[in-house]
């Protein structure tokens, strides 16, 4: 809910902000509100729509399926785990689901705290041994408890309404500046045009801000996997947690789609265009935890 109440309030600030920007340079008081309107409905509604479906999305994207107890199976501890860490977190048991790939590699995502799923690939529990799988869960519940596949959410559609909105403003003074219609109403500033030329330099323009809101997007994610490693080792201790990124240290980073890769547990230890990661290096993430950074207190 607070996040929700944040959303509203950024976004009418946002709102408020650009208005008072456009009327300063003459566009009409309208038209402005049309624009900001479409740019607030495109700009947030693949994202929402995204979330809402991130499940069966993350399902369909790695072909993984929905871990359930039965009689003798060697993944039933998995199962028991997490029910009893999510009680005591006070959320609602995520689904269990499991992938063939030989990474290892697991993530969390879903609509909320009490709707969401963890997925395990098949390479992370035949290589990995149980005390650093528990790690592994306990970070993808931390993921989970905080909030950040909603928070992600929200910041990625705020930012969506500035790409579209700025992406179409310009496009359409660059529009105006090199072919002036005569024939153009005089107050009247369309949000969209037929012309090519300006659906030409709307999509680079898109693009160009695109890049720029992902080093936003990654520097947050990045920060949120400190978090989330400074929960698990409030779980499973510090040792073990540092165990189990060391274990991962020696895979490397799955091919996956990328709005699947915030919630990865394994980040990219390459060190060449570190601003579009989603993780930090591994090693950045143990020296964190060796120096108590990001810790908070748990009741776990």
């Known amino acids: 809910m ?19 920007i456009l009327h300063s340079i003459g566009v009409h008081h309208n038209n402005i ?20 479906l991130s499940k069966w999305i993350a399902l369909k994207t790695v072909n993984g399926y929905i871990l359930k107890n039965s009689y003798n199976s060697k993944n039933n ?15 609602k048991t995520p689904d269990i689901a499991i992938y063939n790939s030989l990474d290892l590699n697991a993530f969390a995502t879903g609509f909320s705290k009490n709707n969401s799923l963890i997925a395990l690939s098949t390479g992370l529990l035949n290589s990995m041994s149980k005390k650093n799988i ?18 992600m959410t929200l910041i990625q559609s705020i930012l969506n309404t500035f790409i579209i909105f700025f992406s179409h403003f310009f496009a359409k ?5 090199l072919f002036k219609n005569k024939k153009s109403e005089k107050n009247k500033f369309l949000f969209f045009s037929n012309s090519i030329f300006y659906f030409f330099i709307s ?22 996997e400190f978090y989330a490693d400074a929960g698990a080792a409030n779980i ?7 165990s ?57």
């Open 173 to 177: 003074i660059f529009e105006k500046i």
């Open 203 to 224: 999509l680079i323009l898109e693009f160009t801000f695109g890049i720029l809101a992902n080093i936003i997007i990654m520097w947050f994610s990045r920060k949120r």
């Open 2 to 20: 607070l996040r929700i109440f944040l959303f509203i309030v950024i976004n009418f600030f946002i709102n408020i902000t650009l208005s008072i």
């Open 134 to 151: 528990k790690a592994v869960l306990a970070h993808e519940l931390c993921h989970i408890e905080n909030g950040d596949m909603l928070t």
């Open 33 to 52: 509100l049309n624009i900001l309107l479409i740019s607030g409905i495109l700009g947030c509604l693949g994202s929402i729509i995204s979330l809402l």
């Open 244 to 300: 189990a990124l060391l274990s991962l240290k020696k895979s490397v980073e799955p091919n996956i789609i990328s709005n699947l890769k915030p919630f990865y547990i394994h980040g990219n230890t390459k060190k060449f265009l570190n601003l579009f990661l989603s993780h930090p290096t591994i090693d950045d993430r143990i020296l964190a935890l060796k120096n108590n950074i990001f810790y908070k207190k748990s009741i776990i």
């Open 77 to 91: 501890w998995i199962l028991k785990y997490v029910y009893q860490k999510s009680l005591l977190m006070k959320i």
């Open 236 to 242: 499973v201790g510090k040792k073990n947690m540092i």
